[in-house]
């Protein structure tokens, strides 16, 4: 009788592995499926197997290892497997921005554990987007935590100590350093001219032209600036600040001309390609993104994610936000609906980047892995 237990306990053992193990390489709904079809399941209530044969459920499909699932309800978009490369960085991945042509990604890194600027440096990493292989690199002696192109590709600025610095994207060679009165930890190159923003969270907003006589101006009312954006028309800059607010700048006159109050320090925002909103995020409540018009200054929608969001980017039509936290979710202008959504292994998505023609995003996050994902319903 012993004997006898001990080999059902056994039995038992091994069909249970085997159930854990379908359920992580093939989702649950795979595995609800197969049982479905065994014989001693055809005699159960077969509703649940004909609903899911209509197609009238709308709940996105689990994600097998190995492979990446975003979009729609089945109704209104194709649902695809898109993981495209992953690339595996030196540190944290904090910022990933795209050449202007598309055909590079550049990014750049926090040391492991930490977001410090001063911390072990790596090398700024320059990626062929269509294989994901590292086609070049950019070193500096400090850590580079925030990274942008120029305008017309030829160069990358990134945000170093005590300086702001311009690379020769092609040589890696130093063109120009701009000083600054701590850590340069947010930077951003405007869109349309040779000015370059750049702040440090207890530091005032600096802007410098990159026009050989390197000329500076400390811009807005707060000292203390998180993160920093310059609109896609380029007249105006906005600055995430350490005084619970949003100040919208001119880059003109230097006025600010615009302030969005928030119960925290705002830590990340994005401008739409027409620059009529502005998605924000506090570290008040990372569960909450604020979408504001920027003509008025009104609160237009306040989105709630289950958890937090530490990055967000538009996608190049507008048509769709975005939110990075753990894991990436995808909210549709139209109805601040949420459309899609991608796992990220339960690790910290630290930056976003939509590519210029919206078909993919990279994804950034702190295991030091760079994703990149096919999103075919946005082109």
Known sequence: MTSFRSRVVVALGVVSSIVTILVFSTGIQNVKALFAKLPWASSGDSRSTEANRSGTETTTQSMPVGSASIGEPASTVRQVRNLLWEFKHDLNVTSIRWSPSGDLIAISGAGV???SIGSS???IALLDSRSGEKVDEIYNKFNVEE???SPDGRYIVGGSRWSAIVWDSKTGATVQEFPYVNAVDTVDWSPVASKI??????????????DGRGERKSLGNCRGVHTVAFSHSGEFIAAGTSCNSVEIISVASGEVTRT????GCVTKLS????DTLLATVSDCSYHAVLIWNTLTGG???IIAPEKEVFSLCWSPTGKYLALGGYGVRVIKAQNWSEVGGLPAGFQMVMSLAWNPDGSSIAIGRRDQ?????RIPWER
């Open 113 to 115: 554990g930490s977001t």
């Open 121 to 123: 440096p790596a090398p």
């Open 260 to 263: 969005l109050p928030h119960g």
């Open 369 to 373: 892995v760079l994703s990149l994902v």
């Open 271 to 274: 401008w739409n390609p027409d």
């Open 197 to 210: 923003a750049g702040a440090y969270f207890n530091g005032p907003l600096t802007v410098w032209d990159f």
């Open 299 to 301: 609160k237009v929608k």
């Open 147 to 149: 990274i942008d192109w």
